[in-house]
């Protein structure tokens, strides 16, 4: 269902009216999770500001350690809502349990499979079925062929609208937290009619990498990028050493700007 073979021409997915896909470059941004309303606010003002088009905002965090925040809950869904309404930003959020999907479904304009749950085959059964857009994030050691086959768990169960998203993997480098597979781009793009975007934050998780990643993505072909912002990155809950900060934000601006789609 996700292959090209059947399928030439690739795809745009429309979140909310807004689209993804080969004919444009679209920035989603936001804070990695909610942690109070002022500062999901202030960071969807951020994001609008470097033009992105889709706010992004965890309420439910997969950490690795559970002594580690583990986001709001529906209470962020609740202010993602409040920021939607204020801001006109359509949100992404994620979803790590299947139990929880209709819930967020209720609230979020698109679904967020993150890399720990790539291979959650009853929560991608799950999502297919909820009746949104859906963002699948690349698992962290899965191959190419196990990643569009996760995506295909969410097709047969009737949902095509799926955006895929590298977010690098594992290797045996330690200078970044993942490496960024920029050839999964094109790679993937050749194999599926889906489009690609690129998460340029958690693949490195260094703030002065997420600017260089972010050209390297979009000059490759990326059909959209996912950033994390933040306006107290020091003070953040979750992965602030990755969340740009307002000063970087006319640098991301720029690299939309700079580099048109390849179509
Ligand atoms: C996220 O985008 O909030 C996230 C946790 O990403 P990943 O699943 O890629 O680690």
């Given at each position: 269902l996700v292959s090209r073979e059947n399928h030439p021409q690739r795809s745009t997915v429309t979140v909310r009216g807004v689209p993804i896909g080969p004919d444009t470059v679209t920035l989603i941004a936001g804070p990695c999770a909610v942690e109070t309303p002022e500062q999901t606010l202030e960071a969807a003002l951020m994001a609008k500001a470097a033009g992105a088009t889709l706010l992004r905002g965890g309420a439910y965090k997969p950490r690795t350690?559970?002594?580690?925040?583990?986001?709001?809950?529906?209470?962020?869904?609740?202010?993602?809502?409040d920021v939607r309404e204020q801001t006109g930003l359509p949100i992404v959020t994620e979803v790590v349990d299947a139990h929880d999907v209709a819930l967020v479904a209720s609230y979020a304009d698109m679904l967020q499979v993150g890399t720990r749950n790539a291979q959650n085959f009853a929560l991608l059964q799950a999502v297919g079925a909820a009746g949104k857009p859906v963002m699948l994030k690349r698992g962290m050691t899965a191959t190419i062929e196990e990643w569009l086959m996760a995506a295909e768990y969410v097709a047969q169960r009737g949902n095509l609208d799926i955006v895929l998203c590298e977010r690098g993997i594992r290797?045996?480098?330690?200078?970044?937290r993942n490496t960024l597979d920029i050839s999964a781009v094109p790679v993937v793009q050749r194999l599926s009619h889906l489009p690609v975007i690129v998460d340029p934050s958690h693949s490195g998780g260094r703030r002065d990498l997420v600017l260089p990643l972010s050209r390297a993505a979009v000059a490759v072909g990326a059909d959209g990028l996912i950033v994390d912002v933040h306006p107290h990155p020091e003070q953040a809950l979750c992965d602030g050493p990755q969340a740009l900060v307002d000063g970087d934000l006319d640098a991301l601006a720029a690299v939309m700007r700079d580099f048109p789609p390849l179509v």
């Open positions: 350690s559970p002594y580690a925040f583990q986001g709001l809950g529906e209470k962020g869904l609740r202010i993602l809502a290797t045996y480098e330690p200078a970044t």
